[in-house]
């Protein structure tokens, strides 16, 4: 039988007293900074019984703390074990103003060095200065204390061919060597494993959804050593690999970077683990850090990129089509929350290139589609047996493309407040999506198209607006975002976004609507250069939610515009069953 949170609490609180720590900090996250892991790091569960994304955890002799994000507020009030542990909100009560309140001077807390970046564990040093010590344990205190923990994952490696990819490993090599150069710098180290499956071309399963796999990767003007098990590699694999890379051991990493190093060292410190800092922190002249160049190269999708995701959203469009033919037909009362997910996903295993889902489906029915990033299970799999509203949001993972998609469908009758809300949702969707914005605009700056009809109303929604969103690799990928932090990174031709403005109301319903959609040049000026978005999503609005009269002349032309555009590229493609559902839920809106 497995042992319980309070169990796990009270042999980490023994060990804490041996070595004389004083608070412990858990942050949920992999030596390489991932936001979604692999089972042997999801350390955040294992503590707290949260099984969200994002969180962290501190836990004291008398107290243990899960701070989370507006997402996940209701989520972990319903997860974490009322009496054990507290739960906190991030934006309310920072984690480092609670440790300064209630940490006494000369505390000691101590995290695991891997589990940290160096900016990280920097910030917290210079916050705390002069009242706490924090420190960095090379011991995993939860491995002393894990059961059973998972071991570390291991997937064999698959080559991307370079028609999908549209540039060789050798091609993107050069690209990195040349802002290398820019830079001042002599070689950069990199250990965000989206970036190093996007350089080397390969994809590999070792993190669910996320087609990475474990490794590091140095590379300066002559060599690029790629630290990952020669094991995973087949010989044709291998003979690919070998023409760019020398691969070492993945766990070489941390003593052969100190032989490998020279000069100046380029890293983003954001993503580096607090393992690699006595290499790449021994003195400031010796090391330059940034965003890691291959980020920005990788936000910049070329044209084949582009083409491949076209055609990935033209499939989930297909799909969608045939699963709500399909859906329509079913007597109501008889289905549940996964079986709706599961009947999208049987349909998208129909289509070539399928490879599974880009994230885990989010499909919360009435009060359950309040809760942001609700993921059904066997205990809450709700019956969908009244009238209400359903948020779908899941995604495709092909292997020339990837897609993201949420869609509020309608069961039953709507209520007068759900068709409001749902409208002036997606007023703000489509404000974004038809914005044009000069040359330089931050995502930020983009952020209140989306959210100003909900304001004007009294409502809101504290989730981001827009995230980046790779190419056959992570659904969730940066540099750039749309949301309100000023985060100074400028839109440019070829990223991916989402555009996905919501609005949740607990204990009742939640609304969000989402495409994706690629930055592409518009007109040149005499001001500047000009951009648009290219929406790539290919599914209909849900027709009966819409209110009319809350819309403009010109939305309605979007809207409609939208639908025959959606009609016009699946008619032909969907089965026979699913023209009729295709031409209904496309059909023109208009005024009465």
Same mark, same amino acid.
């Given at each position: 039988?497995?042992?319980?949170?309070?169990?796990?609490?009270?042999?980490?609180?023994?060990?804490?007293?041996?070595?004389?720590?004083?608070?412990?900090?858990v942050t949920?996250?992999?030596?390489?900074?991932?936001?979604?892991v692999?089972?042997?790091?999801?350390?955040?569960?294992f503590?707290?019984g949260?099984?969200?994304?994002f969180?962290?955890?501190?836990?004291?002799q008398?107290?243990a703390?899960?701070w989370?994000?507006?997402?996940?507020?209701?989520?972990?009030?319903?997860e974490?074990e009322?009496g054990?542990?507290?739960?906190l909100?991030?934006?309310?009560?920072?984690?480092?103003e609670?440790l300064e309140?209630?940490?006494?001077?000369?505390?000691v807390?101590a995290?695991e060095?891997?589990?940290?970046?160096?900016?990280a564990?920097?910030?917290l040093?210079?916050?705390?200065?002069?009242?706490?010590?924090v420190a960095?344990?090379?011991?995993d205190?939860?491995?002393?204390?894990?059961?059973d923990?998972?071991?570390?994952?291991?997937?064999?490696l698959?080559?991307?061919?370079?028609?999908?990819?549209?540039?060789?490993s050798e091609?993107? %090599? $050069?690209?990195v060597r =040349?802002?290398?150069r820019?830079k001042?710098?002599?070689?950069? !180290?990199i250990?965000? *494993?989206?970036?190093?499956?996007?350089l080397?071309?390969?994809r590999g399963?070792d993190?669910?959804?996320?087609?990475?796999f474990?490794?590091?990767?140095?590379?300066?003007?002559?060599?690029?050593?790629?630290?990952?098990?020669?094991?995973?590699?087949?010989?044709?694999?291998?003979r690919?690999?070998?023409?760019?890379?020398e691969?070492?051991?993945?766990d070489?990493?941390y003593?052969?970077?100190?032989? %490998? $190093?020279?000069?100046? =060292?380029?890293?983003?410190p954001?993503?580096?683990?607090?393992? !690699?800092?006595s290499? *790449?922190?021994?003195?400031?002249s010796?090391?330059r850090?940034?965003?890691?160049?291959?980020?920005?190269?990788k936000?910049?999708k070329?044209?084949?990129?582009?083409?491949g995701?076209?055609?990935?959203h033209?499939?989930?469009?297909?799909?969608?089509?045939?699963f709500?033919a399909?859906l329509?037909t079913v007597p109501d009362?008889?289905?549940?929350?996964?079986?709706?997910?599961?009947?999208?996903?049987r349909?998208?295993?129909?289509?070539?290139?399928?490879?599974?889902p880009?994230?885990?489906?989010?499909?919360?029915?009435?009060e359950?589609g309040?809760?942001?990033?609700?993921?059904?299970?066997?205990e809450?799999n709700?019956?969908?047996?009244?009238?209400?509203?359903?948020v779908?949001d899941?995604?495709?993972?092909?292997y020339?493309?990837?897609?993201?998609?949420?869609?509020?469908?309608?069961?039953g009758?709507?209520?007068q407040?759900q068709?409001?809300?749902y409208?002036?949702?997606?007023k703000g969707?489509?404000?974004?999506a038809?914005q044009?914005?000069?040359?330089?605009?931050?995502?930020?700056q983009?952020?209140?198209?989306?959210?100003?009809?909900?304001?004007t109303?009294?409502?809101?929604?504290?989730?981001?607006?827009?995230?980046?969103?790779?190419?056959?690799?992570n659904v969730?990928e940066?540099?750039?975002?749309?949301?309100?932090a000023?985060?100074d990174?400028?839109?440019?031709e070829g990223m991916i976004?989402?555009?996905?403005?919501?609005?949740?109301?607990?204990?009742?319903?939640?609304?969000r609507?989402?495409?994706?959609?690629?930055?592409?040049?518009d007109?040149?000026?005499?001001?500047?250069?000009f951009?648009?978005?290219?929406?790539?999503?290919?599914?209909?609005?849900?027709?009966?939610?819409i209110?009319?009269?809350?819309?403009?002349?010109?939305?309605?032309?979007?809207?409609?515009?939208?639908?025959e555009?959606?009609?016009?590229?699946l008619?032909d493609?969907v089965?026979?069953?699913?023209?009729?559902y295709?031409?209904?839920?496309?059909?023109?809106?208009?005024?009465?």
């Amino acid at each position: 039988m497995p042992d319980s949170i309070n169990e796990r609490l009270a042999r980490l609180r023994v060990l804490m007293k041996e070595r004389g720590i004083d608070a412990y900090y858990v942050t949920g996250t992999d030596p390489h900074m991932s936001e979604y892991v692999a089972p042997r790091w999801r350390t955040r569960a294992f503590i707290s019984g949260f099984t969200g994304s994002f969180g962290y955890v501190i836990v004291t002799q008398d107290r243990a703390c899960l701070w989370v994000d507006s997402r996940y507020y209701l989520q972990a009030e319903k997860e974490i074990e009322k009496g054990t542990f507290e739960m906190l909100k991030d934006e309310e009560s920072p984690l480092e103003e609670w440790l300064e309140e209630n940490l006494s001077p000369g505390s000691v807390l101590a995290v695991e060095e891997k589990s940290i970046s160096i900016r990280a564990f920097r910030k917290l040093e210079r916050r705390l200065s002069g009242c706490v010590k924090v420190a960095i344990d090379s011991e995993d205190l939860l491995d002393l204390i894990w059961k059973d923990r998972p071991a570390m994952p291991f997937s064999h490696l698959r080559a991307v061919d370079v028609a999908f990819a549209g540039l060789t490993s050798e091609d993107k %090599l $050069a690209k990195v060597r =040349a802002e290398l150069r820019k830079k001042g710098a002599d070689c950069t !180290f990199i250990s965000s *494993l989206d970036d190093i499956a996007w350089l080397t071309n390969l994809r590999g399963d070792d993190i669910r959804y996320n087609p990475v796999f474990l490794s590091f990767l140095f590379i300066d003007s002559e060599r690029a050593v790629l630290f990952a098990s020669r094991e995973r590699f087949s010989d044709e694999v291998y003979r690919i690999v070998e023409k760019d890379f020398e691969v070492r051991e993945y766990d070489r990493a941390y003593e052969d970077l100190m032989q %490998l $190093a020279h000069g100046i =060292a380029y890293y983003d410190p954001g993503k580096v683990n607090m393992g !690699f800092s006595s290499v *790449l922190c021994k003195e400031e002249s010796s090391s330059r850090c940034g965003l890691d160049i291959t980020t920005s190269l990788k936000a910049r999708k070329n044209e084949l990129e582009l083409r491949g995701m076209r055609r990935a959203h033209k499939m989930d469009g297909i799909a969608f089509a045939n699963f709500m033919a399909k859906l329509n037909t079913v007597p109501d009362g008889s289905l549940t929350e996964m079986d709706v997910s599961e009947a999208f996903e049987r349909e998208r295993m129909r289509m070539d290139g399928y490879l599974g889902p880009s994230f885990a489906p989010i499909s919360g029915f009435a009060e359950n589609g309040a809760i942001v990033h609700y993921s059904a299970t066997g205990e809450s799999n709700r019956k969908i047996d009244k009238d209400g509203l359903l948020v779908l949001d899941t995604g495709s993972q092909f292997y020339y493309g990837m897609t993201d998609l949420t869609r509020t469908l309608l069961f039953g009758k709507a209520t007068q407040e759900q068709k409001n809300d749902y409208t002036l949702v997606l007023k703000g969707h489509l404000a974004l999506a038809s914005q044009r914005f000069i040359e330089g605009t931050r995502g930020y700056q983009l952020d209140v198209l989306a959210h100003q009809f909900l304001w004007t109303a009294g409502m809101t929604y504290r989730h981001g607006t827009g995230h980046g969103v790779g190419c056959n690799l992570n659904v969730h990928e940066g540099p750039m975002r749309i949301s309100p932090a000023p985060i100074d990174v400028p839109l440019e031709e070829g990223m991916i976004l989402s555009d996905e403005p919501g609005v949740y109301k607990e204990g009742k319903y939640g609304i969000r609507i989402e495409n994706l959609v690629a930055v592409q040049k518009d007109a040149m000026t005499s001001f500047g250069q000009f951009y648009t978005f290219e929406v790539l999503s290919l599914v209909p609005y849900e027709r009966k939610l819409i209110e009319v009269r809350l819309l403009s002349d010109s939305e309605i032309k979007l809207i409609n515009a939208y639908h025959e555009w959606v009609r016009e590229e699946l008619i032909d493609e969907v089965d026979e069953d699913a023209r009729a559902y295709l031409e209904e839920a496309t059909s023109p809106i208009a005024r009465e």
